[in-house]
């Protein structure tokens, strides 16, 4: 069955780094695109990083540069390497990916359960 797997998470101080992980059960050389999202207390879930199987990343302005998104193909993982943390930061990371069938043609989406990022101040 197909399925993202997060973790990493946890409690934290501000200006310290986390690394999040995200495990998938396909092989992610074939996903179109793999990204993490994250939704904070009372907010709407907000696009974290992107990365696409041609190799191109994108970022929410809102972070500065102090997040990195990765992948390992032959892991068939994908991280989110996060410095300089913020108590803003503080949310629900989520891992997603979008996969086209040729079968069925057309995307399919997926989406782990999330892993649990707070920041103290």
């Known amino acids: 069955q197909v399925r993202l797997v997060e973790s990493g998470g946890g409690l934290v101080q501000a200006g310290d780094s986390l690394r999040l992980s995200c495990a998938a059960s396909?092989?992610?050389?074939?996903?179109?695109?793999i990204a993490w999202y994250r939704q904070a207390p009372g907010k709407k879930r907000e696009m974290v990083a992107t990365s696409t199987s041609r190799g191109r990343t994108t970022y929410a302005d809102s972070l500065k540069g102090r997040f990195t998104i990765s992948r390992d193909n032959a892991k068939n993982s994908v991280y989110l390497q996060m410095n300089s943390l913020k108590p803003e930061d503080t949310a629900v990371y989520y891992c997603y990916a979008e996969r086209y069938s040729e079968y069925a043609e057309k995307y399919f989406e997926y989406w782990g359960q999330g892993t649990h990022v707070t920041v103290s101040s």
């Open positions: 396909f092989a992610i050389n074939d996903i179109d695109t």
